[in-house]
């Protein structure tokens, strides 16, 4: 290589300094490191020569993986290693991606000692910067005292270049008014302790970066450098709306990772609150889910919430927390429930409902026994039957945003005593139809449960059918009245294998309504028991 004097006119005598640097590269014994063979002086400088490495420079275009960029540092901290333990250490000063050659073996070799010094005392005033822009530290580039540290800056900035796969020339653009290299947003997703060894070696100041080379190679040694995932989720705000209390909620999230040759690694965490009970890392109280660890690239998982265990007409808000092995290590995903009302339905109210439909069939078939008869007087019995029906056989009708609880025992004891004391007068059927109309509408007033609640206690469909069975129940109470009726009265007429016989038809007319009654009714009254029961205990939003 040959090096020319930067005056006109100047002579070799002028630069007898190089003649001691000269010397230690003749000393340096290296795999490396070229051999140094020979200099000799020319008219206007002179030139060295060194051993030929069939290499090509780092700066070639070429995608390195995260690995072999971590094998050259390792190389060349090994070469710096040797030349900090020189007598006299030895400072590159140059340090770039063109100065490094690297052969089809990943061997690597640092080149060009042009402007190498050995020491780290201060530098002449008269003394030109020597280096490369970009990746001279602060300190060279101010002429200040170099140290064993000074080269690991401009390892950093060579290191960033391959990783990134910025030019040389363009490394300047990442460095900002504090000399920082800011390079986080050019590199794939690597384990964090790597990034964060390479914003150690390239602190602008010294005294924050490594001392020296073998301090810097002890800590890169066991880094893992692999690439990381890159976690993505489908969603991070989930919202929840119970239709009844006690239900089980579920939103399925897809966990997934696009970075090639990685594997994405998690584990779901709901993030302790005030109001929860106590709950490990694994378990929570109200959440659960169905993969709460996980590997793979696209992953399923099922979040669940019981809102059985928190307090009714609330809006519940929590944290779940996704730790994971990808740059970001944690994602947040933010939880809202809002739980449904607990209907206030009583079991008193519920028998009392059964009763009464128990009490309108009777009033119907013996208002049917005192009228057939006379089939003039049949029309009025029926639009009074009807009403009945009518009124009470739709109980969860809306009527003025209220609705019919029960009606009283004594309403319909009053409507049977007018019907059996009137006999066949027409009057007196009136009078019955005006007086079961006027109480029942009396009733409603009184005995009422508030529309919103009957909303949320049973859907359209379900009132619809508990309409439909109430008429039904007490048709089937009617057929069985009839059926009695006639085997009490008749029994000498009807044989044991009849009387079972009728017996079963009634039960199986009353079975089909009233064990769907029952069920639709007596749900929602275990709801608002359970609900009791465990209100004490139930979590807060």
Excluded at 1 to 14: D, I, M, S, V
Excluded at 43 to 70: H, N, T
Excluded at 129 to 149: C, D, H, I, W, Y
Excluded at 385 to 397: E, K, Q
């Amino acid at each position: 290589k040959q090096f020319q004097f930067a005056k006109l006119g100047a002579t070799w005598a002028e630069y007898d300094a190089y003649e001691q640097e000269i010397a230690v590269l003749k000393s340096l014994n290296h795999p490396g490191i070229p051999q140094y063979l020979d200099s000799f002086q020319t008219a206007d400088g002179f030139c060295m020569i060194q051993e030929y490495i069939d290499a090509e420079s780092a700066v070639i275009s070429r995608q390195w993986q995260p690995q072999e960029i971590k094998q050259i540092a390792i190389s060349i901290l090994e070469i710096l290693i040797y030349l900090q333990n020189q007598p006299q250490p030895v400072i590159h000063r140059d340090i770039k991606p063109e100065n490094i050659l690297i052969d089809e073996e990943l061997k690597v070799y640092l080149v060009d000692f042009g402007f190498a010094r050995m020491g780290g005392g201060e530098i002449a005033a008269s003394s030109v910067v020597k280096g490369t822009m970009g990746f001279m530290s602060p300190e060279q580039m101010f002429n200040r005292k170099l140290t064993t540290a000074s080269d690991l800056y401009s390892l950093g900035a060579t290191l960033i270049c391959l990783l990134t796969g910025i030019k040389s020339a363009d490394i300047g653009n990442l460095i900002d008014a504090n000399y920082r290299i800011i390079f986080r947003h050019l590199v794939p997703p690597l384990e964090r302790g790597w990034i964060n060894w390479l914003e150690k070696i390239t602190e602008p100041k010294y005294t924050d970066r490594y001392e020296n080379a073998e301090e810097a190679l002890a800590v890169l040694q066991p880094l893992d450098v692999n690439r990381l995932p890159k976690v993505r989720i489908s969603q991070t705000n989930l919202e929840f709306t119970s239709d009844k209390w006690g239900e089980k909620l579920t939103e399925i999230i897809i966990v997934s990772n696009p970075i090639p040759e990685t594997t994405l690694f998690g584990r779901l965490e709901v993030i302790p609150h005030v109001n929860d009970p106590p709950h490990t890392p694994y378990e929570h109280s109200w959440i659960s889910f169905s993969s709460q660890k996980f590997e793979g690239n696209n992953v399923e998982c099922k979040i669940t919430l019981d809102t059985s265990k928190l307090v009714e007409n609330e809006t519940h808000k929590r944290e779940i927390i996704l730790h994971n092995n990808s740059a970001s290590e944690t994602l947040k995903i933010n939880i809202q429930v809002k739980t449904a009302s607990v209907p206030k339905l009583k079991a008193g109210s519920v028998l009392m409902f059964f009763f009464s439909c128990f009490l309108v069939a009777m009033f119907i078939f013996y208002g049917f026994n005192l009228l057939q008869i006379n089939t003039v007087k049949l029309i009025p019995s029926v639009v009074i039957i009807f009403i009945a029906v009518l009124v009470y056989g739709f109980p969860f009708n809306v009527r003025n945003e209220k609705i019919p609880q029960v009606i009283r025992v004594s309403d319909v004891f009053t409507i049977l005593m007018i019907l059996v004391i009137g006999g066949l007068s027409p009057f007196v059927v009136f009078l019955s139809c005006v007086y079961f109309v006027s109480k029942i509408d009396s009733f409603i007033k009184k005995t009422e449960i508030p529309k919103d609640k009957i909303d949320q206690l049973l859907s359209e469909a379900k009132k619809r059918l508990i309409a439909l069975l109430t008429i039904g129940l007490d048709l089937s109470l009617i057929i069985t009245f009839k059926l009695f009726s006639e085997v009490i009265y008749q029994t000498h007429c009807f044989t044991l294998g009849e009387i079972l016989f009728s017996a079963i038809v009634a039960i199986a007319c009353l079975s089909v309504t009233l064990i769907t009654l029952i069920y639709l009714l007596f749900k929602p009254v275990k709801i608002f028991s359970k609900y009791t029961k465990a209100e004490p205990n139930l979590i807060k939003p």
